[in-house]
Every structure is written in structure tokens, then in C-alpha cells.
């Protein structure tokens, strides 16, 4: 007898877990969303925002977090009035000049060389020719500050990489290079 109902409630319960099975229509979901999304255009307009095409833009005059303007443009004149006017904002006690070799050494010395004489890796195997030495060109503070934060020639811009504190950094360590040239 006891066998019987045991074989009788596992019936059961198979026939109670089969039978919400439904082949053709799932289980109910909690949020369909989440497993049907709604497939949208890359770069469509949407109607998230109040004009319906881009999203909400900043203030006019605002300058993003950790951001600092920069008053020369990337022109020859600028730079020309870089190269007489601008200084460096950094005294003697915020230079670290083992962090400004440190990020030189990183960023610059694979085309410069760690002398500043213009013989890096790159120009050795010569990837990259005309790579002048400090010694031969009439640089400033300002000057190495503006080619640092736009590039010049076939040189690009480390504004991305470089803070602008850093980028003073190396412009110290570019200084007593040339001195020492």
C-alpha cells in the first residue's frame, strides 16, 4: 500500500511540474524589457531629451571638471606669442624635476633622446628623420609649452596624456637639457 502512494504522489508531481510547461508561449516574465528589448538606431533621434536630438548641453561659458583654458591658439602666432610671453606658473618648490625626467623619459625620449640631442630609438632606426636637438633651435618655456600642448610638424599633441602641471614638469627638464647641450 505504501508503494502505491508513493508511486501515485510522484505522478503528481510530475504532472503538476509538467503542466505549467508551454511550449508555445513562455512563462510569464517579470520584465519583458530586459529579454525583448526595444532595438534602437545608433544616433536616431529620441525622445529622452527636449529637442529631441541631442542630449542636454552645457551651460555657455562653462569649462568641464579638471579642464584649464589655455590662452594661445594653435596657429604660428600663436605660438610666436607663446614662445615670447608665457612663463611658467610653477616655482621652485612645486618643480619636481625626478617626476618632469620621469614623464620625459616616457613621452619623449623615444624621438629626442634622453639628452635632448635629437638621436632617440625612433630616429636610430630611422622611423622618424629631422628630429632636431635642443641645442640647435632658440626655445622658450613657452615655446616647449605650446608644442607640448599642440605638436608641431610631425610631433602631436600630449595635451590628452599630459596634465597641464605635468606638461610644465617636462618643460623644466627640456630647459636644463638644452642648458646642459
Same mark, same amino acid.
Given at each position: 500500500m505504501k508503494a502505491l502512494y508513493k508511486i501515485v504522489a510522484l505522478v503528481g508531481v510530475s504532472v503538476v511540474t509538467t503542466s505549467c510547461f508551454n &511550449?508555445? &508561449?513562455? %512563462?510569464?516574465?517579470?520584465?519583458p524589457n530586459m529579454y525583448e528589448s526595444v532595438a534602437y538606431e545608433t544616433y536616431s533621434q529620441s525622445g529622452a531629451f527636449k529637442n529631441g536630438k541631442e542630449g542636454q548641453l552645457p551651460a555657455k561659458g562653462s569649462i568641464p571638471r579638471g579642464f584649464e583654458p589655455y590662452a594661445y591658439e594653435n596657429s604660428t602666432a600663436g605660438y610666436e606669442l607663446a614662445k615670447a610671453n608665457l612663463k611658467s606658473p610653477l616655482d621652485s618648490t612645486k618643480i619636481d624635476s625626478k617626476k618632469g625626467t620621469e614623464l620625459f623619459n616616457i613621452y !619623449?625620449? @623615444? !624621438?629626442?633622446?634622453?639628452a635632448g640631442d635629437g638621436k632617440g630609438k625612433l630616429v636610430k632606426r630611422e622611423k622618424f628623420l629631422g628630429v632636431p636637438s635642443y641645442a640647435?633651435?632658440? @626655445?622658450?618655456?613657452?615655446?616647449?609649452?605650446?608644442v @607640448?600642448?599642440?605638436?608641431? %610638424?610631425?610631433?602631436?599633441?600630449?595635451? %590628452?596624456?599630459?596634465s597641464q602641471e605635468e606638461r610644465w614638469q617636462v618643460v623644466d627638464h627640456v630647459m636644463k637639457l638644452k642648458a646642459g647641450l
Open positions: &511550449k508555445s &508561449k513562455p %512563462n510569464y516574465q517579470f520584465f !619623449c625620449a @623615444i !624621438c629626442h633622446g634622453e640647435d633651435r632658440p @626655445i622658450t618655456e613657452g615655446s616647449v609649452f605650446h @607640448i600642448t599642440y605638436g608641431l %610638424n610631425s610631433m602631436g599633441s600630449h595635451a %590628452n596624456q599630459l
